[in-house]
């Protein structure tokens, strides 16, 4: 199969699966909503000569009290909850890609060396990774967490990598120990080719496939994952705007009525995290090798 035709029957499955299109909408609206938030938001809710206590706890501005710019009111220290869902979704991509860069590089090196070479190298590693997969990823987060002096964006990324590794080098050992037996490998081993060559030209392009559904899953984990750390109040510091610790807050004011401080960061998180979920649904089907489609 030639690579354009590879390429149309991708576009013509992407175009004619609903969820696909969904789910990629939604994860372009929020990342470009992200990007843009300074010019989108009335105001920066993290900068104090644009906050008032005059303005907190303000009702969205359909209901009687509410007033503009708080298109969706406010919190507690008065700042817009649009303006502050904004920079909380900037946070929260920006773990979340963070996190899949580091965790993904690592793992897919780790996996791809363990794989080709197997022995103590595949032992070590695979026994390294089967200790961080027996313990959950929230409470190794939280552990890690408690254990680092300094909180911030590169603390909570460097704390979810630690443990987060293990997914990609687990999948990229299994893919690679399939492609290696292939004959296309055997015959670059013939003639001459080295372990670098093998390993990057050969192996890694053939055997990449199954990680990018590893990137798209491991993405709505990691964001889910950090704000519920933020919500804990153990991920990012109250100067640092998420969605986590926006509910966090607001579930205080739930029983008094504010409920649009938990409802509309509630409903970003969830509509971001299914929109990445849909396209990464389709996604591991496209890339399933025993899934036959049409094309």
């Not at 609206?29 to 303000?58: G, H, K, M, W």
């Not at 153990?234 to 986590?244: A, D």
Request: with cysteine; proline share 4%.
């Amino acid at each position: 199969m030639t690579e354009h035709r590879i390429k149309s029957r991708f576009l013509y499955h992407y175009l004619h699966d609903p969820s696909a299109i969904i789910g990629s909408v939604l994860m372009v609206v929020f990342i470009l909503a992200a990007l843009l938030a300074p010019v989108l938001a009335p105001q920066n809710p993290y900068d104090l000569e644009t906050v008032s206590l005059a303005n907190f706890l303000q009702p969205p501005v359909w209901m009687e009290g509410g007033q503009a710019p708080f298109w969706l009111g406010t919190d507690d220290q008065g700042r817009g909850i649009f303006s502050t869902m904004l920079y909380g979704l900037r946070t929260s991509l920006l773990v979340g890609f963070s996190v899949v860069a580091v965790a993904g590089t690592f793992g897919v090196l780790m996996g791809l060396l363990a794989g080709y070479y197997g022995g103590w190298i595949d032992v070590v590693t695979m026994r390294l990774a089967d200790t961080f997969f027996s313990f959950s990823t929230t409470l190794m987060a939280i552990l890690l967490l408690g254990l680092f002096k300094e909180r911030g964006v590169i603390t909570v990324v460097v704390a979810i990598c630690i443990v987060d590794w293990v997914r990609y080098a687990r999948t990229m050992r299994g893919s690679v120990m399939e492609v290696k037996q292939e004959a296309y490998i055997m015959a670059a081993k013939a003639t001459g080719a080295g372990d670098v060559r093998l390993l990057f030209k050969h192996l890694m392009p053939n055997a990449i496939a199954p990680i990018f559904v590893v990137v798209a899953v491991d993405l709505a984990v990691v964001i889910m994952l950090e704000a519920t750390l933020s919500f804990l109040g153990v991920g990012v510091p109250i100067t640092q705007p998420s969605l986590g610790m926006m509910i966090a807050i607001g579930k205080d004011y739930v029983y008094a009525g504010m409920w649009w401080m938990v409802l509309f960061p509630g409903a970003v998180l969830i509509l971001l995290v299914v929109g990445i979920n849909l396209f990464a649904d389709w996604l591991r089907e496209e890339l399933n090798p025993k899934i036959e489609r049409n094309a």
